[in-house]
């Protein structure tokens, strides 16, 4: 099983990253060995479609749930035509540290997109 | 006395710009085409009148002046995919070659987002399976009609909470098509971005309304990039003459812009306005100050005269 972090440096260890379409890396782990592999996120600086883009990215690799700190209503209906659960971090601060809370079912699930997202150029 | 050329002259398409907002680009735009209009009158054999387009088109308001009879209607967008999940294998090339992310395939789901999409077509060209077919996303309104005062009017209506203006001014210039004779004249929006771009496009001469201060020269400085990198010569316009400092007399000498007209700053000018009144219903004698200024272009643009680089 993989699920997939938002992050600000590619480790572990590293500070999560709390915007999701605008995300420094994209952590991708097994939640029960912990091995991980951070991917740069290519579309941190687009005009607009990141957060369709880091959906994509996830179906794409065959991820099972997602943890981050808030997702546009763009990511929100992708990843929800997909599926996916969207996990919040609330107060966690590293992956490793949400990861025990995933496990252990105490992250908050989301129910409906926060921000506004980037619409037009 | 006319001082403009002889009809056997190219017509002319004349764009009104300028960086900062408020500084008279519609007074000037509609006070030409009222006094082009005007000298056409004595044409024989009839002329076309000049073609107005307000390009403005997230506010346009160039209609207040001109008080145009609306008489054809078009509605204008672009064209975005729509999937038919039967025949789509989610194969993926759609959102791979889609430079907006406005298609994304999800697993077994594709999904498309409007607010993203440019109507490029891409999606549809390279689908294996045609499984995209394409519905026009109606994002504004066209509209053309006279005027009383005789100029042929047209503009474009960019809808409410629509994020993009181009495809609205790329459609206004493709469909309101002047006659082999017409002369145009494009009133653009302020700044310097792709609304901007769209709408000079193409024109024979960029004329930059700007006001003597610092702010003026700012934004002037601004728009005659645009012009240099578009290859349009440009030509200045001070508005509110008396005001302010030296500034936009010294760039544009510095720059070899030629400052083609000079509009007093002048109380009677802001009432008339106020009133929806063009530069020539204020003050009548300003039809020829018009025609000079368009004499003026017609043969420097002829003679390459205005410089279109630095």
Not at chain 1, 83 to 93: D, K, N, T
Not at chain 2, 31 to 51: E, I, T
Not at chain 2, 170 to 198: F, M, N
Not at chain 2, 265 to 275: K, P, T, W
């Amino acid at each position: 099983m993989k699920i997939i972090l938002t992050t600000v440096s590619p480790d572990i260890e590293s500070e999560l990253d709390p915007r999701f379409g605008r995300c420094g890396y994209l952590l991708i782990v097994d939640p029960d060995t912990l091995e991980w592999q951070a991917f740069p996120n290519p579309r941190v600086a687009a005009p607009g479609g990141a957060g369709i883009r880091a959906a994509q990215f996830v179906t794409d690799q065959k991820c099972e749930a997602v943890i981050s700190g808030d997702y546009g209503p763009n990511a929100y209906n992708a990843l929800k035509a997909a599926g996916l659960p969207m996990y919040l971090f609330g107060s966690c601060h590293t992956p490793r540290e949400a990861i025990e809370r995933y496990k252990t079912g105490q992250l908050e699930l989301l129910a409906a997109p926060a921000g506004r997202g980037r619409r037009g150029w | 006395m006319s001082y403009i050329e002889p009809r056997d002259r190219k017509p002319m398409m004349i764009a009104i710009a300028s960086g900062k907002g408020g500084t008279g680009k519609t007074t000037v735009a509609t006070g030409l085409a009222v006094s082009l209009a005007a000298d056409r009158k004595q044409d024989l054999p009839a002329s076309s009148p000049p073609l107005f387009l307000d390009c403005d088109v997230e506010a346009p308001n160039a209609h207040l002046f001109l008080k145009p009879v609306f008489e054809e209607r078009q509605e204008v967008g672009i064209l975005i995919p729509q999937v038919d999940e039967a025949r789509c294998t989610h194969c993926g090339k759609c959102a791979e070659v889609c430079q907006y992310h406005a298609i994304a395939v999800l697993g077994k789901k594709t999904l498309v987002f409007p607010q993203l999409c440019h109507g490029c077509g891409s999606c549809t060209l390279m689908c294996p399976e045609e499984a995209i077919t394409e519905t026009l996303d109606v994002m504004g309104l066209l509209e053309r009609g006279p005027t009383p005062s005789g100029v042929d009017f047209a503009r474009g209506v960019l809808n409410i909470g629509e994020p993009m203006a181009v495809p609205v001014i790329r459609q206004l210039k493709r469909w309101a098509i002047p006659e082999s004779d017409q002369d145009v004249i494009v009133d653009a929006s302020p700044g310097t971005s792709c609304p901007v771009v769209e709408a000079v496009r193409g024109a024979d001469f960029l004329l930059l309304v700007t006001e003597p201060t610092p702010f003026g020269l700012h934004d002037l400085r601004l728009t005659v990039e645009v012009a240099r990198e578009l290859n349009i010569p440009a030509g200045v316009v001070i508005n509110r003459d008396g005001i302010g400092d030296l500034g936009v007399e010294e760039f544009c000498n510095v720059k070899g812009l030629p400052i083609l007209l000079r509009i007093p700053f002048d109380r009677s000018i802001a009432e008339g306005i106020a009133q929806g009144k063009t530069l020539v219903e204020i003050y009548p004698d300003a039809i020829s100050l018009f025609q000079q200024l368009f004499s003026w272009i017609v043969n420097g643009v002829q003679r390459n005269f205005y410089p279109v680089s630095d």
